[in-house]
Each structure stands twice: as C-alpha cells, then as structure tokens.
C-alpha cells in the first residue's frame, strides 16, 4: 500500500448477488491504485451463497463488511459514505467491475481540483454488448441520464452537499444527485476511455422499474430542483454549456420541454420511453451492433488427450457439471485405461482408441471424419496431443469454426516432457499464430513460459481451472484408506495424490523420506493415483531397496478423495511440473497443510497454511519437512496451521470467477 497516495473508500452495495460479487472485489484488488479500502454494504440480502460469501470476506483485513435491514440503493451507499476513511469516494455496484488503471486515471483527472467529479465511459456486457462514449454536459444532463453511477468524488461534496436522496425507491437517485451537484457549480470530467464494465440484466436497460416509471422520477426531480427548471435559469445554462460536447443536440432539449407540457400525462411515460430509444444510448448500441454481433455459443465439442484421471480431465467434468445449458460433445483420443473420469450421461462421449505417443494418417482422418459428424459451434482442444490434431483438421476444412487451446503444462524442459512431446509443444508455438481465437491458460506462470517459448502473447489469456466441489470421481478401487489415530503420536501421517508419471516426482520424495527415516523421524506414508499400487515394479522395487515398505502404503486410484484428506495430516506435492494443481485446493478444502515444490502457481496458492520447497531440492526438502515436523507436534500450532489451510480455500469465490471468465470469452467469439 501507498500511503503517499490519498485512500479511496469504494463502496459497494449488496442485494443477493453473490454470483458477481466476487468478480466486482478481484477487480477492485488487481487496481494499480494502491491506496484502497472497499466497503461492501449488505442491504438485507436473503440468498444463502451471498451470505456465505460475505461471511468469508468479513474475515478480509482488507475488506469492512456492514450488514443493514433491506433499505434501498441510496440508504446503502449513504451507509458506506458514513463508514468510510477515505478522501475520495467511489461507487460499483455489486455485479459490475472495472479495469485496472480505471481509479489511477480517475484520481489523476480531479486530484488538483474538488469541485469535480470523474467517470469513465461505459463497456456492455452480458444480455447486451456495445460501448456508450459519455461526455459531460450539465444542461443535456437536466434532461436526460448521461452520466454513470460509478463516479469518483471529492468527499467534501457529500460533507458540503448531501449524500442520495432516500426517497428515490424508484431509481435514478444518481441523476438527481448529479443535478443537485451541477445546480451549485459541481461538474463532472470524463475520461474517454471504456473502463467501467456495466452488467446489463437479461431484462434490459429500457424494462427496469426506473424506465417504467421514467416521467414520475422525472416529475420528482424537477419539482425537487424547481429553481433550475425555471425558463431564465435553463437559458443561463444553455448558453453556458452550448458550446460544450454533447451526446444529443442542445435544441432537442427545448422541444422537449414543450412536449412535457402539453402531452397528456397518461401518455408521457411512454413518449418519454420512445425518446430514450432514440437517445444516445440506443444510438450508440446500434452502432456497435454489427461490430459486436456474434452468434450464441451453446455447443462445445471438446477434443482432449485422454479421459484418465488428471487435472485437465477434472477440470473438463467440472466445467460440464457448472454450465448445463450448454451443449457438450467430448472426443478422447487415448484409449481408457481402467480407472477413467465418468462423464454425466447426457454427454456425448467418443473414444478413438489411439496408442500413446503416436499419430499416423489414419488417425488424423478417423478424427476429422468424426469432428465432421458432431454438430458443434466452437471446438475446445485440451493439451499439446489435442491442440495439434484440431489444428490439422482447421487447415483441412472448408468451413472454419473458432477454436480455443487449453493448456495446463508448465515445464517446456526436453528431458521432462521428451522429445516426442516437446515436438509437438514446437509445432504448437508455430500453429499459435494462425489457428486457435484464443489459448486458454491453467496458471499465470504457465502463461507467461510459454509466451517467453514463442507463442502468441495477444490471444493468451489465464482462465483458472474450475475446482468440483464434490470429491466422489468414479475412481474404482477395493483400497482401504486408514483411520486416523486420534491419541496424541509423534507419527505424521503423510499423502501423496498423484498418479505415477515423471512429472511427479515419487521417487525423489521417497528418497528424502528414507534419509529423513534415517534421522529418526516417525511418518506413514500413504500414495494414491493411476498405476500407484502393487504392479508397478519400478515403483515397488525402489520402496524395497529403500526399506520403506513398513512406512508406505500404496492406495491405486482412490474412490473417496475426501475421506484421502480427512485421513492424511500433511499433503505432499514433490512435482517437478504444475500448472495450477487442484490436488493442493482438493487438500485446502479439507484443511489439510500442503508442502510442495516451488512449480506454476503453487507458491500464490500456499500464501496460507502451507510450506515451499525448490522444486527437486532435497536439502530444501528436507528443511522445509522439519520445519512442518515440529509444528505437528505442537498441538495448538498445529491446529492454528489447518485453520489458516481452510482460510485461504474459497470455493466458490475462485469458481465464480473462473466461470465468468470463461463465459465471457465465449460471448467474444
């Protein structure tokens, strides 16, 4: 935090949105602004996931959390006004969000002067798309409302001039206060510049309530502010501000005067809607209705690797299970080993059966034969394998279809990923530039390798993987996991979830544990995943040349990963590649402390209720265990470490987001 900069209090209030609220937050914490406290203002919320949620962030230093009976939009804002620190004040509502450099910019535009106010003009997403450039001009704005909401002020102005007007149950409370401000010399500045990212509702800006009762607001706020509306007084104004940017011609706003006095008042609501159609917002949004116009994405046609169990493939089922009105189809070219996610039922399902780490021209046309049978409107491709083969089949059509790359590897070492791979991973830099809309990353850090390997940085963009929040895959196993024993023991019980492959890094674990035994420590260590049980003899062979086979118990793919956490006190992820493991979320949620290697984004991850070591560093790991060893064995610091693990999971809050990322990039294709 800069305390040089002045402290911005952005005050948001709530009504049962949960579903955004996350999203609003994460874009007030990523501001470059970085004097910032955020006052969320609950008016009487009722829905269950919005309590939750500000349940979780009261326990945010960073955020103050006021709960009031449900009073209205005004009566909230008011409230945060009255609670805030801050020498500026900024208003978002609870589903709209704001790009990064928007209250730097803001703050740079009125910080030398306080008798104004800034905004920035307005981005549409959601039922409607488009861009509305807004402009300041204080006699159009008597008229109609030009200016957003979400405004930066001078907090003198509510100390000198009032805060929202809580009469105004109907809406417009922010048109009315800015007529007030501009009626004593209190202007606003915009800033052309689309940073404020307005949410409009699946029943459209001109069917609210506001709109609906548009001429009784209007009736209110003229007889409110007679003294402006007198014919001298909007003449002093009008050639004041006649020469000033306006959305609309000045000399409509006469006409309209007139209109308002000789219409009958039971048709002026609806004169007054037909107005607004033409207004600046409908205009506009016309305008940018051909640039913007896309079609409805509502079929998926997903190509990935293989359906074992992994990150990707979890993360696959998850994204199927949280949007069901979508449509997916799932291509896997891998044959099904035995233990395989379980797709839900009413998803299409082809297996092409192909041999690991081989494609030849009969494979390639079987795919594209079956890509042409699936009807589909994008194609999502899932790891290098899957990548590179959808793109084959881009240059061989006629009809191209927009396709997203996901990626979730992090290591672009040879010797990890092997040659066969990493071939493909150089071909896939080059398809980069010509074939996928855009490619979708699992980690920050995974991103960023790969834009430094060669791939294109413009269509790069980091989607988080969602997370399940139930932990019953399909996993087939007659293992039985261990109850934990109760009685106070010096012995650590230790779990590693991770199916057997290089990347892993199993085997440099149990080295450090063997010398780790060697020293005396007590620990049982119980292995779960694909191929981790008795018929893996590379595996097998190393545990019994070590003499661990008393301390190691391997599990094979585990139906129960909650019951795995439940019974296991520390989490191990000795990975020498990851991208964002949710192995490491899958342990959070059930309060279980990880200590991991230093790969992808782990160390964002484990900021809480976890240990770090350098990634295939065995003094680092070993460091790190006694470090973990002797807090196990102090009760009360122990427990404190599982409470902060739960702490820093939120659910919901990181699903929230991820979805709505990836929501809205399907409505920019």
């Given at each position: 935090?800069?305390?040089?900069?002045?402290?911005?209090?952005?005050?948001?209030?709530?009504?049962?949105?949960?579903?955004?609220?996350?999203?609003?937050?994460?874009?007030?914490?990523?501001?470059?602004?970085?004097?910032?406290?955020?006052?969320?203002?609950?008016?009487?919320?009722?829905?269950?996931?919005?309590?939750?949620?500000?349940?979780?962030?009261?326990?945010?230093?960073?955020?103050?959390?006021?709960?009031?009976?449900?009073?209205?939009?005004?009566?909230?804002?008011?409230?945060?006004?009255?609670?805030?620190?801050?020498?500026?004040?900024?208003?978002?509502?609870?589903?709209?969000?704001?790009?990064?450099a928007c209250l730097k910019d803001l703050y740079e535009k009125i910080k030398h002067n306080p008798n104004y106010f800034s905004y920035s003009s307005i981005n549409l997403i959601g039922s409607k798309d488009g861009k509305l450039k807004k402009y300041y001009n204080f006699f159009e704005e008597l008229f109609t409302n030009q200016i957003p909401y979400s405004c930066l002020y001078h907090y003198s102005i509510f100390s000198r001039f009032g805060g929202f007007d809580e009469k105004m149950k109907l809406g417009f409370e922010d048109w009315e206060m800015h007529i007030r401000l501009g009626s004593n010399k209190i202007y606003g500045l915009s800033l052309n510049k689309f940073y404020f990212n307005y949410n409009v509702s699946k029943q459209g800006m001109l069917q609210s309530t506001s709109l609906k009762n548009y001429y009784q607001i209007f009736k209110y706020i003229r007889k409110k502010h007679k003294h402006v509306y007198k014919f001298k007084n909007l003449l002093k104004i009008y050639m004041k501000f006649k020469k000033k940017r306006s959305t609309n011609n000045l000399y409509f706003y006469f006409l309209y005067i007139i209109y308002i006095n000789i219409i009958p008042i039971k048709f002026l609501n609806y004169f007054l809607n037909i107005i607004l159609k033409f207004s600046h917002s409908k205009r506009v949004e016309k305008k940018y209705k051909k640039k913007f116009q896309r079609f409805e994405v509502s079929k998926i046609l997903h190509v990935i690797t293989s359906s074992d169990i992994g990150g990707a493939e979890k993360a696959l089922l998850t994204l199927i299970k949280s949007t069901p009105s979508l449509k997916h189809t799932i291509i896997s070219l891998k044959y099904r080993e035995k233990n395989y996610v379980s797709y839900p039922d009413n998803v299409e399902y082809y297996n092409l059966a192909m041999k690991p780490k081989t494609i030849n021209f009969f494979q390639i046309i079987k795919l594209i034969s079956l890509i042409h049978r699936v009807k589909f409107d994008i194609i999502q491709s899932w790891l290098y394998h899957s990548d590179f083969l959808v793109s084959i089949y881009y240059l061989l059509s006629i009809k191209k279809k927009k396709i997203l790359w996901t990626i979730h590897n992090n290591n672009l070492d040879p010797k990890i990923l092997g040659i066969y791979t990493y071939f493909l991973v150089f071909?896939?830099?080059?398809?980069?530039?010509?074939?996928?809309?855009?490619?979708?990353?699992?980690?920050?850090?995974?991103?960023?390798?790969?834009?430094?390997?060669?791939?294109?940085?413009?269509?790069?963009?980091?989607?988080?993987?969602?997370?399940?929040?139930?932990?019953?895959?399909?996993?087939?196993?007659?293992?039985?996991?261990?109850?934990?024993?109760?009685?106070?023991?010096?012995?650590?019980?230790?779990?590693?979830?991770?199916?057997?492959?290089?990347?892993?890094n199993q085997l440099f674990l149990l080295d450090c544990l063997y010398e780790l035994k060697q020293e005396g420590f007590d620990f049982i260590l119980l292995m779960a995943g694909t191929k981790i049980d008795k018929d893996n003899k590379k595996l097998n062979n190393f545990i019994k040349l070590k003499k661990l086979d008393k301390f190691v118990r391997l599990l094979g793919p585990i139906k129960r990963v909650d019951k795995f956490f439940k019974t296991i006190d520390l989490n191990i992820l000795p990975s020498l590649s990851?991208?964002?493991?949710?192995?490491?979320?899958?342990?959070?949620?059930?309060?279980?402390?990880?200590?991991?290697?230093?790969?992808?984004?782990?160390?964002?991850?484990?900021?809480?209720?976890?240990?770090?070591?350098?990634?295939?560093?065995?003094?680092?790991?070993?460091?790190?265990?006694?470090?973990?060893?002797?807090?196990?064995?102090?009760?009360?610091?122990?427990?404190?470490?599982?409470?902060?693990?739960?702490?820093?999971?939120?659910?919901?809050?990181?699903?929230?987001?991820?979805?709505?990322?990836?929501l809205q990039l399907l409505k920019t294709i």
């Open positions: 935090m800069n305390s040089k900069l002045p402290l911005i209090s952005v005050i948001i209030p709530c009504y049962n949105s949960g579903n955004f609220l996350s999203r609003t937050i994460e874009s007030v914490f990523d501001q470059t602004y970085e004097n910032i406290e955020i006052i969320i203002v609950n008016d009487g919320s009722t829905d269950f996931d919005t309590k939750k949620l500000l349940k979780f962030y009261e326990k945010d230093k960073r955020i103050k959390v006021i709960h009031q009976k449900n009073k209205g939009l005004s009566s909230a804002r008011n409230e945060g006004i009255r609670r805030s620190l801050g020498s500026y004040i900024y208003f978002l509502d609870s589903d709209d969000w704001i790009d990064r071909l896939c830099r080059i398809l980069s530039h010509k074939i996928p809309f855009k490619i979708i990353f699992a980690s920050k850090s995974a991103m960023k390798k790969h834009i430094d390997f060669g791939y294109k940085q413009e269509i790069s963009k980091f989607i988080p993987p969602l997370i399940s929040e139930k932990t019953d895959l399909e996993y087939e196993s007659k293992k039985t996991i261990f109850v934990k024993n109760k009685k106070k023991t010096k012995q650590i019980i230790l779990g590693c979830l991770a199916r057997w492959d290089i990347q892993k990851e991208s964002f493991p949710l192995v490491i979320h899958e342990a959070q949620y059930y309060s279980t402390p990880s200590l991991a290697s230093n790969v992808g984004d782990i160390s964002q991850m484990l900021k809480l209720g976890g240990w770090i070591f350098e990634s295939n560093n065995k003094k680092s790991f070993k460091i790190k265990f006694k470090s973990v060893y002797e807090t196990f064995l102090n009760n009360d610091l122990w427990k404190k470490k599982c409470l902060e693990t739960n702490k820093s999971f939120a659910l919901k809050i990181h699903n929230n987001k991820s979805l709505n990322s990836y």
